[in-house]
C-alpha cells in the first residue's frame, strides 16, 4: 500500500490547530458546542462558579461529611493560621483573616471537592523571606504589612491572568521531581526555624540558609530555655504520634486533626495559670477582635514598590498554584474526576485579588489541612465554607482566648506539620526510577537549603529544562531486526533474538529531526552503518547496500533537518547505497514533498511499512546478486 | 510475543553511554581500535594533521588543478583582503597579512579540501562593528588595532576550546534558517555601507543599523561625488554580470574570478594617470612592503580590556565556525566525504590563536571565495598554499602598486561580493516548507538590519529553541485505525480509510514523556476519548472501553510521565475502562517496572504490537458482550 500524503491544510488552518493545542488542549469549549444562547449563558455561569452545579445537586448526606471534615480542618485551622502567619512574619492575626475569605471564594469558584483554603506553611516561609528582602519586619512592620498585601493582591492577579490567557502549562516546567525536592528543602529550613521557638532563643538570624540558621542555633546555648524545650518536646512528640495513628488507620483521623487544637487549649491554660510568661516563655500577646478589616488603602498600586511587589508575587504565584494543582490533581484522581488547571488558576486568582483587600495574605490549598480534609471525608467544598464559618465566631468571639498561647506550642504545631513534607522515600523512588530527575530533585533541595529559595527553584528547573534540550540534541537511534516468524521490526538490543536481513540496514530515529540534532542523526546514520560494515567484513558477510529509515516515531522537521537528510542522501549515493524510508508521519511527508527532496529521493523509495520496504529492497538485491553471478 | 525488558544495564554503563551519545557521536576513535601503539601514533598524526594524509597521495593531476584553482582564489583574495580589512575598521594591510598566513595553518590542520580561508566579509563587519563599541578606530585606532589582535586570539582560544572539549554541537543552534536570515542581514548592512564609499562621500555614521545608515547616506546628497558614483556603478556593474557569467557555465568561472583584480589594476592605472584622488577621489594610501610582523606585544592578555575581547571572541568565533562548517559541509557531502566538525573547530582554534600573534585578524572558510575555489575544481587544500605563496609574493614586491588604487574600487568589490549573500530564494523555500522556521529567519534578518548584529541573533536562536520546547509542551498524537486488509495500523487523518474496532480507541504518543507534556497528554487523552464517545453517541455504537496507547515513538519518560500515566489510569478505572499499552522501548518499559506502575497496571496489558493489542481487547469485549446478551 502506498503512504498518503494528508489532506490539504491552509497554512491558517495549521495555524489554528496549533494555536488550539497549544492553548486549549483540554477543549473547555466542549459543552457550549451545539446549545441554545440560554443553555450556553447558564452552562458558562456554571463553569465560573461550580457551586451553582455542586449546590443544586447537593444532599443531606454529603451535609453531614462535609460538617464532619469542615469542622475537623477548622480545629487544625486556628492554630496553623496563627502560626503560619508568624512565618511570613506577619500579625498572627491576618493568619486567621487568611483563614476566613478566602476558603468562602473558593467554595463558590473553585472546583476541587478536597482542597483545604488558607495559608500554607510553604508560601507563608516563601513570601516571608521574599519579603525580608525589601523591608525589615522589626524595624518597619507597617511598610513590611503593606507589601505582603500588595504582593498578595499582584499574585492573585499574575494567577487569575496566567489562567484567563491559558498559560497555565507553565506551571508544569516544575516538574514533579523538582517539587519534591523545593518542597522537601523548605520543609527542613521551617522545622530549624522553629528551634527558634523550641529552644527559646531572642536573638535570631534573619537568613534561610541552613548554615546561618545553624550558627544562630549554636551560638548561644546558655540561652536556651528548658522550659520551652520541654513544652516543645511534649508537643511534637504528641503531634507526631497522633499524626502517625491517624495516618495508619484512617479511623483515627480526628485524633490527628485535634491534636494541635488540644494542645493549644492545655498549653495557652496551663501558661495563664502559671503565669510562664514571666519565666521567658514568650506568648502570642493581645490580638484584636472582629472580623478582616478592608486594606483596599494599604496596597501599593502605584510607585517604587509595586515592581518589587510584582517580582515577589511572581514567585508567590507559581509556588501557590504548583502547591494547590499538583494536590488537587491528586485527590481528584483518586475520585475520578479531573481538574481544569486554567479554570482553577482564575479562581486562585480572584481569591488571592480579592481577599488581599480584605487585609488577607497569600494563600492556597495547603497540603496538610487537605489531606485531612479528603481523609475526614469530605465531599464538596462545602467543608470550606463550615471551616470558615467556625473561623468568623472565633475571629468575632474567642481571640481573647489566644493571648496567652505560648509561641513555643505554635513552633511545635508548625514542626509536627511540616515534618511531614520531608520526603526521602519519593526521592529514593525518584533516584531508582529517573537519575536525572534525581538530580533536579537533589539540587532543588540544597539550592534551597544552602544557597536560598528562589535560587534552589532556578537551579532545579534550569536542569530540567537542559535535560529536555539535551534530549532534542541526541535523540535516539536504534536498529531495527525482524522478530523470526513475524513482519514485526524491533529495537535489536531490547530484542536480541531478533534477525537481519543480509544487505539492508534498517535504523529508527526516535525524535522529531531539528536543527539542534539534523547533524548528529547525519553522525549517527553513518556511525551505524560503520559498525555494521565492521561486523559484516569480520563475519565475511557482502557490505550494507539499502538503508532503511523508520520515520515512524518522527513526527516533525524542519529545514535544517530535510539538509540533513539530503546530505545523507548525497553521501550515502556516492557510495553506491541506496537511501529508503518507512512510514513518514503526515507532517513530515508534506515537507519533504514541499522541500523537493521527494524528487531527488524518488517516490518509490517511501514504503508504508519498514517489513515492505525491506521485502522490495531485499528481493532487488536478490537479482543484483544473480545478475552479478551470471 | 511478549515485551522483553532488556538485558540489565547498571547506571554507571548508562551514564557512560549517554556520555559517549552526547559527546562522541561520531565515533573518532573508531580508527584506533585493535591497533598497535606505533600505528595508533602514526593515525593520530594523520588525524591532528591531515596534510601527511593527502599529502602522502598527491598526484601530478591535483596539482595541476590545484594551481589553477588556487592562481584564481588569490586574484581575488588580493583586492577582497585589503576590502575587507576596511570593513573591520583595520590597516588594509591586516587584510592581506590574514590572507597569507592562515591558509598555510588551516592547509597543514584543516580537513575540508574546498574551503579557501581568509578574511570574510561577514566576520570582518561583524568584528569590526562590535570592536566600535569599545574603541573608536579613528581617534584610539592603536587600542582598536590592539583589541582586533586580542578578540583573534580568544576568538581562536574558544573555537578550539569547543573541539577539544567535544563541545561543536553547539554551533548546531545556530538553525539553517537562522544563518540565512543573519547572512541576508548582515550582508544588507555591508551593501549599504558600501554606499559611503560608491558615493564618495566624507561623513559618515558609524552605527550599523538601517535606519542610521540611510539618513547618513540622504543627509547630505550635495555631497555625492559623480566621479565615484559613476567608477563604483561600472565596476558593480562589471562584476555582477562577469558573476552572472560565471555561474551561469562553469568553463567561464575565471571571468568572475578576474574581475575584480582587472577592475583593481584598471582603476589604479586610471586613478595614478588622472590623479583622480586630488578631485575628491580618496585613495587607500601608503602600504607598507614586507611579511606580517610578529604582534605577540600588541595582545591583552591581562587587565580590563580581556573581558571585553572574550566577549566579542564568543560571537566571533561562533559566526565564524558557523559559516566555515556550513559551506564546508555543503562541499563535502557533494564530493561524498564527511567534515568532523569537532577536528574543524580545533583546526580553525590553532590557526586563529596563532595568527593573532603574527597580525592577522579573524579569518575562516570565506563563503564567496569557497565557491569560487570549489568551481575552479581545486583537489586539496593546496589551493590554499598557492594562493598564500602569491599574496606574500604580493607583500614583499607588489605593495607600492596599490597605493593609488580608489576605494571607491574596493567598495564595488565588496559591494558585489556580498549583494549575492542576500538569499530571497531560500528564505521562500523556507517559507514554504516550515512556518516557524522562517520565522526565525526573518526575525534574524528584521533584528540584525534594525537592531543589532548580536540582537538579530539573539532574537532568531530564542525563536528556534521557543519552538523546540514548545514542541516537548505539546507534542503531537494520533488515533490510529487498522488499514483494511492487513494488521498495519496507522494516523486516521493521513489514512482516511483506516477502520476502527467497535469498544476500542488506539492512541500513539509521538514523543518522550516529560514533566513539561505529562498534563498535556493526559487531557490529550480524555479529549480523544471524549470525542470518540460524542460520535458513538450519535452513531449509535457502543462506548469506548478499552484504551490501547501505542508507545513505538515514547522513547523515553520521567517520573512526572509515570504520575501522568497513574493518573490516566486511576480515571479510567474509575469509569471502567482498561488501559493497554503497545510497543514501549526498552527504556520506558524499564521505568515503567522500577516504578512499580506495572504491577498496578499488570503485565498482560502490555503487547509487542498494536495488532495484537487491539486481537485481545476485542475478543475480550465480544465474550462480555456475549455475556450480558445471555
Redesign the interface.
Known sequence: ?EV?R??YKS?AS??GD?VK??FF???PF?QFRHQTAATKFVLAMRYMFPVLDWGAKYKFADLRADLVSGLTIASLSIPQGIAYAKLANLPPIYGLYSTFLPPLLYAIMGSSRDLAIGPSAILSLVLGTILRQEADPVKEPELHLRLALTATFFTGVIQAGLGVFRLG?LI???????IVGFVSGVAVIICLQQLKGILGLTHFTTKSDIISVLHAVFEHPQQWNWRTIVIGVCFVTLCLVTKYIGTRNRKYFWLSAGAPMTTVVVTTFCTYITHAEKHGVSIVGHLKKGLNPISTHKLFLTGPYVLASVKIAVVVAAIGLMEAIAIG?TFA??????LD?NKEMIAFGVMNTCSACMSCYATTGAVSRSAVNFNAGCRTAFSNIVMSFVIMVTLLVLMPLFHYTPNVTLAAIIFAAVIGLIDPCTAY??F??????FLACIAGFLGVIFISIQMGLVIAVTI??A??????????TSLLGQ?PG?N?F??K????GTMKTDGILVIRI???I???????IR??V??WI?DEEDANGKSGQSSIRYVIIDL??V??????G??GF??IQ??LK??GVQLAFA?P???V?E?LH??KFMESLGQQWVF??VSEAVQVCSSLLAMENKGLAE
Do not use: C, W
Open positions: 500500500m498518503l494528508p489532506p497554512s495549521a495555524f496549533t493545542e497549544t488542549p483540554d477543549d466542549r502549562f508544569d516546567f516544575l516538574s514533579h521531581a523538582t490533581r484522581s483518586m475520585k475520578g474526576y479531573d488547571g523512588q525518584i531508582k526510577v529517573d537519575k536525572i530527575d530540567s529544562l535535560r529536555l534540550i539535551l534530549q532534542m540534541t541526541r535523540p535516539h522478530i513475524t514485526v524491533r529495537n538490543k531490547q530484542y536480541p526516535d525524535a522529531g531539528y536543527f539542534s540534532n539534523a547533524n548528529y553522525e549517527r553513518f556511525r560503520a515512524t516515531p513526527m516533525n522537521i524542519d529545514t535544517s530535510i539538509h539530503e546530505n548525497r553521501i556516492s557510495r512510514n508521519g503526515s507532517g511527508f515537507k514541499k522541500s508504508l511499512t
